[in-house]
């Protein structure tokens, strides 16, 4: 089974000021992840995902996220945030098996807001 | 493409009461799923179906709760009776396969009094 520990419930931040959401996971086997956005009174949306290949994953709306195997993290990056990026953000991570396609373990998530 | 439609958007109803959630996936897509989401619980997976067929459901809190997918462009979610504690955001979500992109509905808004 996999876990995801999102480690900050809310970040504050400025706008144009660079901002990291963190994430960690755990699990036995390979997997995928995941950063999905919600904005208030919506469903999620998917910023972006590591399948395989290289590290670095670049989303929508000018995110990106880095994965790290041995740290086993995956960090959402924005370098400088507006004040619409104010939202919940979700990481998730499944099991990189055929047999447990979709099963999306999602983090408690990170409010971030951006202030002006 | 309209995406995926979910309804009632909101739903207020009394404790014993029947409460059916409806979804409509995206036109193509194989699998569905359905979420619920809570301040305490966060975003949980409650069953998911590929091709009108119930994968896993072990999500599903209790008897009380029921989905179907009679064919692949409708799906409902069925609680009875309701309990307060069923008070929450759920989610239909709906994906290809080989897409590792699931596409979100809505939501329902359910209240439980």
């Known amino acids: 089974a996999q876990s995801v520990t999102q480690l900050d419930s809310q970040v504050p931040v400025f706008e144009e000021a660079p901002v990291e959401l963190r994430c960690n996971y755990s699990?036995?086997?390979?997997?995928?992840l995941f950063w999905y956005v919600q904005y208030p009174n919506q469903g999620l949306q998917l910023l972006l995902k590591?399948?395989?290949?290289?590290?670095l994953v670049k989303g929508i709306n000018g995110f990106e996220a880095e994965f790290n195997k041995s740290q086993t993290s995956f960090h959402l990056r924005k370098p400088s945030v507006h004040i619409s990026d104010t939202a919940e953000y979700f990481c998730?991570?499944?099991?990189?098996?055929?047999?447990?396609?979709?099963?999306?373990?999602f983090g408690q998530g990170t409010i971030l807001t951006v202030h002006p | 493409d309209a995406g995926v439609i979910q309804s009632p958007r909101h739903e207020v109803t009394e404790m014993g009461q029947e409460v059916t959630l409806r979804c409509k996936p995206i036109s193509g897509h194989d699998y569905l799923f359905w979420y619920r989401q809570t301040m305490m619980r966060g975003l949980e997976l409650l069953i998911y179906?590929?091709?009108?067929?119930?994968?896993?459901d072990s999500g599903m809190p209790e008897d009380r709760f029921s989905a179907k997918m009679p064919n692949a462009s409708f799906s409902t979610l069925k609680i009875q009776p309701s309990e307060p504690r069923d008070s929450a955001v759920y989610f239909c979500?709906?994906?290809?396969?080989?897409?590792?992109?699931?596409?979100f509905g809505p939501g329902t808004r359910l209240l439980v009094l």
């Open positions: 998730a991570v499944r099991d990189a098996g055929g047999t447990s396609y979709g099963k999306l373990t």
């Open positions: 699990s036995s086997v390979s997997v995928y």
């Open positions: 590591y399948l395989s290949g290289s590290t």
């Open positions: 979500a709906s994906s290809s396969t080989g897409q590792e992109t699931q596409y």
């Open positions: 179906f590929n091709n009108n067929v119930p994968i896993d």
